[in-house]
């Protein structure tokens, strides 16, 4: 309904009912022509709500945009290219080690290690810091404030990338072609090919020499021999190497994009072992004071009293227990019963 003085404005209306602003195309709000709704709610208003359909099997998830499936951490595998690779390059006692920090999987401190192998903190110290951690296989972690730190250790999450970066490194340095050497046989100098050709100056070689132009040595003058085998040497040496480290290069290709997870300290839950020896203790003081209690009841019938404590020297003597004599003596009561002049009373 509109009021009083609704009407007096009916003027300034179309003949539609929508204002003259509104008609000319130029709505209030910023709203559309002929609208009554703001802004705000013409937004929520226009935005699509999914259809939920009951019944349809949930599609399976869309691989990356590269094609690539993902890549999970595999355990196992991870087990076996370490072990390889330990076996291949490190001492028995960093394999040790190591090999305790992936069956553990998780964040160790040295001295943990050490009472777990049965080893001296120094020597497990000494393992980790001298090729583990520096090879990129360990990660080392410090927390805390000096002079109370303490220092954990971990698989590092890198370790299959570096490591796959070192081998790579090595390969192709010893599949470098380098360039012609020459040594002296009888002082055993090298000179590479620029150093050689600076020597030219000795232009003439001794008799026997190869030329008038041979390189001679600068200590013992002595004509210079290329080493021709240095070639075949290096190859022999990189066939030998991919001979021996194939199935570890291989692996290593195959899980050079596995992720690493950061392992986490381990849950303590050996705070609660050492209840368990006092509630076998109260269980078992139970047990014992049932069977005090049983063997009392076997030794006292219900109809008479307790055995008494031994007398004190000069007192009087004890009742005797019934179970001494065998049956209990007759009460005053049965005595009178059984007496032939009280029958009749």
Same mark, same amino acid.
């Given at each position: 309904?509109?009021?009083?003085?609704?009407?007096?404005?009916?003027?300034?209306?179309?003949?539609?009912?929508?204002?003259?602003?509104?008609?000319?195309?130029?709505?209030?709000?910023?709203?559309?022509?002929?609208?009554?709704?703001?802004?705000?709610?013409?937004?929520?208003?226009?935005?699509?709500?999914?259809?939920?359909?009951?019944?349809?099997?949930?599609?399976?998830?869309?691989?990356?945009?590269?094609?690539?499936?993902?890549?999970?951490?595999?355990?196992?595998?991870?087990?076996?290219?370490?072990?390889?690779?330990?076996?291949?390059?490190?001492?028995?006692?960093?394999?040790?080690?190591?090999?305790?920090?992936?069956?553990?999987?998780?964040?160790?401190?040295?001295?943990?290690?050490?009472?777990?192998?049965?080893?001296?903190?120094?020597?497990?110290?000494?393992?980790?810091?001298?090729?583990?951690?520096?090879?990129?296989?360990?990660?080392?972690?410090?927390?805390?404030?000096?002079?109370?730190?303490?220092?954990?250790?971990?698989?590092?999450?890198?370790?299959?990338?570096?490591?796959?970066?070192?081998?790579?490194?090595?390969?192709?340095?010893?599949?470098?072609?380098?360039?012609?050497?020459?040594?002296?046989?009888?002082?055993?100098?090298?000179?590479?090919?620029?150093?050689?050709?600076?020597?030219?100056?000795?232009?003439?070689?001794?008799?026997?020499?190869?030329?008038?132009?041979?390189?001679?040595?600068?200590?013992?003058?002595?004509?210079?021999?290329?080493?021709?085998?240095?070639?075949?040497?290096?190859?022999?040496?990189?066939?030998?190497?991919?001979?021996?480290?194939?199935?570890?290069?291989?692996?290593?290709?195959?899980?050079?994009?596995?992720?690493?997870?950061?392992?986490?300290?381990?849950?303590?839950?050996?705070?609660?072992? @050492?209840?368990?020896? *006092? &509630?076998?203790?109260?269980? !078992? =003081? $139970? /047990?014992?004071?049932?069977? %005090?209690?049983?063997?009392? #009841?076997?030794?006292?019938?219900?109809?008479? @009293?307790?055995?008494? *404590? &031994?007398?004190?020297?000069? !007192? =009087? $003597? /004890?009742?005797?227990?019934? %179970?001494?004599?065998?049956? #209990?003596?007759?009460?005053?009561?049965?005595?009178?019963?059984?007496?032939?002049?009280?029958?009749?009373?």
């Amino acid at each position: 309904f509109w009021p009083t003085r609704g009407r007096r404005l009916g003027s300034q209306r179309g003949c539609s009912g929508i204002p003259r602003r509104a008609a000319r195309g130029s709505p209030p709000w910023g709203r559309a022509e002929g609208s009554r709704m703001p802004p705000r709610r013409q937004q929520a208003a226009s935005k699509v709500v999914p259809v939920v359909t009951v019944g349809v099997q949930p599609q399976a998830a869309k691989p990356p945009p590269d094609g690539k499936p993902s890549v999970v951490f595999d355990h196992g595998l991870f087990g076996r290219w370490l072990r390889m690779l330990l076996v291949a390059f490190y001492t028995d006692e960093e394999a040790v080690v190591a090999d305790v920090l992936y069956r553990r999987a998780a964040l160790l401190r040295d001295t943990a290690i050490a009472r777990f192998l049965g080893l001296p903190d120094r020597q497990v110290r000494q393992a980790l810091e001298r090729r583990l951690v520096p090879d990129g296989l360990a990660e080392r972690l410090t927390e805390g404030v000096a002079p109370h730190t303490h220092t954990f250790y971990r698989i590092c999450p890198a370790a299959i990338a570096v490591v796959a970066q070192r081998l790579q490194t090595l390969e192709d340095r010893l599949g470098a072609v380098t360039e012609d050497e020459y040594y002296c046989p009888k002082c055993r100098r090298t000179y590479d090919s620029l150093q050689a050709v600076s020597l030219t100056k000795h232009h003439r070689a001794k008799d026997g020499g190869s030329g008038a132009f041979a390189f001679l040595c600068e200590d013992c003058s002595e004509e210079l021999m290329v080493a021709a085998e240095t070639a075949k040497v290096q190859h022999d040496r990189l066939q030998r190497f991919r001979t021996q480290c194939r199935d570890l290069l291989l692996l290593t290709r195959e899980i050079k994009d596995m992720p690493i997870p950061h392992f986490k300290r381990e849950v303590q839950e050996r705070r609660k072992e @050492p209840q368990a020896p *006092a &509630a076998t203790s109260g269980a !078992a =003081a $139970a /047990a014992a004071a049932a069977a %005090t209690s049983a063997e009392h #009841a076997d030794a006292w019938p219900p109809q008479g @009293p307790p055995p008494l *404590a &031994a007398a004190a020297p000069g !007192a =009087a $003597a /004890a009742r005797p227990s019934p %179970t001494a004599g065998g049956a #209990a003596p007759p009460s005053g009561r049965a005595q009178r019963l059984a007496c032939p002049h009280h029958s009749g009373s």
